[in-house]
C-alpha cells in the first residue's frame, strides 16, 4: 500500500475547497493588493525625493563661465559636478543663462545647442529638447535633460546644484 506522503497532514485541504474562491475572498484579496501597491509607491516616490534632496545639498558650488565669456545664442560645454559629467551651459539672452546635463536621455549620446531653433538637438536618433527647460520636444528621448541649478554673482557663472 502506497505510503501517504507527510505534507498531507500538514495541509488537510482537499483539492475542490482549495480551488473555490468566493467573490468576496477574491475582492477582498484586490483590495489588499491594491492598498500594498499604493503604500509601496509611495514610499518609493518619498525615498526618491529625499535622495534629490540630499545630493542637491552636497553638490558642490562651481565657477562655470565668466559672464561675457560666450556670446547671446552661444554654448558652452562644461562638467558638473564631477570631471565625468559633461554639461551644456547657454545664454539664451543677455542676462539668462541655462544648463543641463549635456548626455542624451535616451541612449546618452551628448547634446548641442542649435542657436538658430532655440533648442537642443541630439544627433544619434534626432532628439530635441527644449532650451528653456530641457523637456523633449521630438524623438525617441522620454525623459527630460537633468537641469544644472545656476547663480550669477560678480563676473562669474556658478553651477549651485541639480534639479
Ligand atoms: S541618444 Fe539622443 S536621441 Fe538617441
Known amino acids: ?8 497532514d500538514h495541509f488537510p485541504i482537499s483539492w475542490v475547497d482549495d480551488h473555490f474562491v468566493t467573490r468576496r475572498e477574491f475582492t477582498k ?13 509611495g514610499i518609493v516616490a518619498l525615498l526618491s525625493q529625499h535622495k534629490q534632496r540630499q545630493r542637491a545639498q552636497v553638490l558642490p558650488r562651481v565657477a562655470i563661465a565668466g559672464r561675457e565669456e560666450i556670446p547671446v545664442g552661444g554654448s558652452k560645454v562644461f562638467h558638473y559636478p564631477s570631471s565625468d559629467d559633461p554639461c551644456l551651459l547657454v545664454r539664451l539672452e543677455p542676462e539668462r543663462y541655462v544648463a543641463f546635463g549635456q548626455k542624451c536621455t535616451h541612449l ?5 545647442f542649435r542657436a538658430a531653433e532655440r533648442q537642443i538637438y541630439c544627433p544619434c536618433h534626432e532628439g530635441w529638447f527644449n532650451a528653456e527647460d530641457g523637456r523633449v520636444l521630438a524623438g525617441p528621448p522620454s525623459r527630460p535633460l537633468p537641469r544644472i541649478a545656476l547663480e550669477t554673482q ?9 534639479t
Open 108 to 112: 546618452g549620446c551628448p547634446v548641442h
Open 29 to 41: 484579496s484586490l483590495v489588499w493588493v491594491s492598498v500594498a501597491t499604493f503604500v509601496a509607491n
Open 154 to 162: 560678480g563676473e562669474q557663472v556658478w553651477a549651485i546644484g541639480q
Open 1 to 8: 500500500m502506497p505510503e501517504v506522503p507527510t505534507w498531507k
